[in-house]
């Protein structure tokens, strides 16, 4: 079958069975657009390539596919490097098609060129420029099992305007064979075994349960040996979802913004498993130490990653849900009453007291009770900063892929487009996203996106008129010597809404919360919910 380049993409996406594609338009992608027309695939026109890359992250998170993102070459291409980046950092699928200047003037500093292969291997799972239209199919299905297979990422195709006009005889591989790429499925029996007794012999014994846990889909797994053994269960900020935030082995997210019960439970066990997590600095803090403490079994589908940040007892390379499948094999029922008493006595200790209403929304307090609002099933985004924490300790979730967030990159204006991706992979879930005034400025021009494609996305935004995460980071180390963290002339967010056709409304104080919240939830369409935070209120 001869047909274009342009058009071997998109039959290459249908095989794939992709049904969305998020991107903006340009030249040097233009024969893709034009023979999208003759597609079913639906495309979602952000308002900046960098909501593209965002939002198709969101999908990826929420539905197990690979989300795509689509951008011209130059600054279009460029614009999708931060996304690029956040997915990589935490293993999201994406593939992002970014189109390129004419191959005979590449290196030439053409209109719009820039070099996005070599801007994105340090930080792709993988990525192709394509110099020949004929291998297009091998490439685009090569790319899919990349970005799916293994530790999931993002892959880049960069394609040049002339091999999307070429003509091609078009024939889609069936199956696919990458020299050198053979994902580790099955953990080592004998190592499994080692693990299994360890988990036996443990007197204080805590399942730090990590992003890998969700992607994995092993989360039921984890939950079943953590209540066979009665082992406490803490999670990174990747890792929230794996276990509901109400079950009672848990016990928290660790780290330095973390809870204390998380942290205590941590560093005073004698054996951790760490469970699909990369042992981050944020998570970990002084990891040597903790091995000298504990005895450490790291399981991971990325040997790279074990060893890597923590010296490792019982290493474990291989799927969590095959690995911890047969781990249940081996280990039998039992575990400790009397440290499974002390977490619980510490967390009872670190339970939080009321306060009084002090003029202020407490955003602690309304997180708290978010999730009484939400049917069992909602999606929350957060976008970065002390929304993002107060979103972590306080909100209760309930399922895996209900909590989605920007770890290891820590973008601001991750939220709302990925809560926009989120809504069109799950369009039957309520999807409310958790922002601040500061990320929220980042990518508030996809509230056009929102309203052009009529995308129920609840917002709700604490204002504190500060950059918080950063005036609190001024305080602690620069001795409250504060330099450019105040938002001081911040537009008036109710009336932005109102700009886009969008209800709202702004309170101030937490008798106001409650109505508030059944007002937002029971509202069909967007609702910006502004909330006056204290700009004094701490992450902790």
Known sequence: M??????????????????????????????????????????ILTRNEQGAAHAANGYARVTGKAGVCV?????????????????????VPIIAITGQVRSDMIGTDAFQEADITGATAPFSKHNYLVKKAGELPRIIKEAFHIATTGRPGPVVIDIPVDIQNAVIDFRYP???????YKPTIKGHPGQERKAAAAIHAAKRPVICAGGGLITADASGEMVELAERRNIPVVTTLMGIGSIPSDHPLHFGMVGTHGSPTANYVLHHADLVMILGARVGDRAMGAASSLAKKAKIIHIDIDPAEIGKNIDVAVPVVGDLKHVLRDLLELVEAGGSAEWLETAADVRRRNSRKARTDTGYVDPKHLLSILSDYLPGDAILTTEVGQNQIWAANHYRVRKPKTFITSGGLGTMGYGLPSAIGAKIGKPGSTVVVISGDGSFQMSMQELGTMKQYDIDVKIILLNNRRLGMVRELQLTRHGGRYSQVFLDSNPDFVALAAAYGFRGERISSDAQ??????????????????CMVDPEEPTL
Do not use: C, W
């Not at 614009?79 to 990589?88: E, F, H, M, P, S």
């Open 2 to 43: 001869k047909i274009t380049g342009a058009e071997a993409i998109i039959r290459a996406l249908e095989a794939e069975n992709v049904d969305i594609v998020f991107g903006y338009p340009g030249a040097a992608i233009s024969p893709f657009y034009d023979a999208l027309l003759d597609s079913g695939i639906r495309h």
């Open 71 to 91: 951008a011209t070459s130059g600054p279009g291409a460029t614009n999708l490097i931060t996304g690029i980046a956040n997915a990589y950092m935490d293993s």
């Open 174 to 180: 069936g199956h696919i064979d990458i020299k050198g």
């Open 513 to 530: 919360v409650a109505e508030a919240l059944e007002r937002m939830t029971a509202h069909q369409g967007p609702y910006i919910l502004e």
